[in-house]
């Protein structure tokens, strides 16, 4: 159960030595958030939402769909080179383009429900980087959607299946 755990630590990981400042940390919410929290809403209830992040020879595949106007659910999957893939469910809640995400997947034989987090920004969304890891593996983000990192290479808009 823990070789899953492994391998989203070492993509974590690889992710950090490329993060991207962590914006502003200000507690306000401004007139600018509610119209991105609107905007982001509106695009995945018009339908299924698709995107891709490719590196290297690893890719990974994000698919959103509305239950109502903050929650979500959909499907992520990623496929390591030469490595087990992860593939299962998502479920949460959208807030000023911040997805707070249950992923539920089988990996190696083994269903396991891991914490993900990620920020909508427009027609690509960034993987959230856990702060740390407990001690089973399982990746642990601050509450505080303003002092998460993301990952820098984006997950684009594609067509969806």
């Known amino acids: ?9 070492a993509a974590a990981l690889a992710a950090v030595s490329c993060q991207q400042p962590a914006g502003n940390t200000g507690g306000t919410t401004d007139s600018t958030a509610t119209a991105d929290t609107v905007t982001a809403s509106q695009q995945i209830q018009s339908g ?18 509305t239950i109502n106007s903050d929650s979500v659910s959909g499907k992520l999957e990623y496929h390591h080179y030469e490595k087990d893939s992860n593939k299962g469910e998502i479920k949460g809640t959208l807030r000023n383009n911040i997805l707070a995400l249950q992923y539920q997947f089988m990996s190696e034989g083994t269903t396991s ?5 990620f920020k909508m920004d427009g027609e690509q969304v960034y993987a959230g ?15 505080d959607p303003a002092l998460i990192k993301f990952d820098t290479i984006p997950f684009l808009k594609t067509t969806c299946p």
């Open 129 to 143: 980087l856990p702060g740390s890891f407990d001690k089973e593996g399982v990746p642990v983000f601050d509450q």
């Open 113 to 117: 429900t891991v914490p993900a987090v």
């Open 1 to 9: 159960m823990k070789a899953p755990f492994l391998l989203l630590a």
């Open 48 to 65: 299924p939402q698709c995107f891709t992040q490719i590196v290297g020879r690893d890719t990974a595949y994000l698919q959103l769909l």
